[in-house]
């Protein structure tokens, strides 16, 4: 059973010596990485965070950073949050199918995720 999956962001986190991270690999949650978030402080007081604190668990790699804090996931740009949180949703809810541009012409495709791990 596959239970990590690479990515490509849209844009891509900067770090503060200027490199570029787009590619990365998220896991399937477990049970844990929905509820811990919830007892995260930073929730606690804006509901909104635990969001972020959930993406931070389920990334392995985001470029050469592993594993990826909140703190990273903070600083990415709003379409690369949204692109992962998608990616977590359809990974996790049952839908494999990602909506993705090619980073070099930029013609729109869907992706099946779980394509490489069914049966013949």
């Known amino acids: 059973m596959k239970t ?5 962001l849209p844009r891509g986190y900067l770090d503060a010596a200027g490199d570029l ?7 399937l949650a477990t049970a844990r990485d929905e509820v811990d978030p ?4 930073r929730a606690a007081a804006n509901p909104a965070y635990a969001s972020i604190a959930l993406v931070s668990r389920v990334l392995v790699r985001l470029g050469r950073i592993s594993p990826v804090p909140p703190a990273i996931v903070e600083g990415l740009f709003a379409s690369d949050f949204v692109y992962l949180q998608e990616m977590y949703l359809q990974l996790n809810e049952g839908t494999h199918h990602v909506a993705t541009a090619c980073p070099s012409c930029g013609t729109r495709f869907e992706i ?5 791990t069914e049966a013949a």
């Not at 991270?21 to 896991?27: A, E, N, T």
């Not at 919830?38 to 402080?41: A, H, I, M, V, Y």
């Not at 099946?112 to 490489?116: G, Q, R, T």
């Open 38 to 41: 919830l007892d995260d402080p």
């Open 112 to 116: 099946d995720l779980l394509a490489d």
């Open 4 to 8: 990590a999956f690479e990515f490509v």
């Open 21 to 27: 991270h787009r590619d990365g690999v998220m896991r």
